[in-house]
């Protein structure tokens, strides 16, 4: 049973950090890339970090180049995502997934990262 469960939100300052993990069960976790994700109520989910099995190679959405940085570790079913000067459009609850399920009913109950003074 595929599983991903995400924590490491909270309630930050303007220009704080927050370092997001998702912990994946239920597939061969070093076989696949990763994405963390990240929606709006109301808005359409944003792709914003992708990185392959291997770590061999990252990609970033422009809102988070620079900011974040996405990494795994194969040994514990783990890929984080370090996101740095957050900013308050940066709120929104934050999901990891594997590219190849999107599609599916598999998404974890996210982890809600809010920016606010």
């Known amino acids: 049973q595929v599983q991903l469960v995400e924590s490491g939100g909270g309630l930050v300052q303007p220009g704080g950090s927050l370092r997001l993990s998702c912990v994946v069960s239920g597939f061969t976790f070093s076989d696949f890339p990763m994405s963390w994700y990240r929606q709006v109520p109301g808005q359409e989910r944003e792709l914003i970090a992708y990185?392959?099995?291997?770590?061999?190679?990252?990609n970033y959405a422009d809102s988070a180049k620079g900011r974040f940085t996405i990494s795994r570790d194969n040994d514990k079913n783990t890929v984080s995502l370090q996101t740095n000067s957050l900013k308050p459009e940066d709120t929104a609850k934050y999901y990891c997934?594997?590219?190849?399920?999107?599609?599916?009913?598999?998404w974890g109950q996210g982890t809600q990262v809010t920016v606010s003074s």
């Open positions: 997934m594997t590219p190849s399920l999107v599609g599916y009913d598999y």
């Open positions: 990185i392959t099995n291997s770590a061999s190679a990252t």
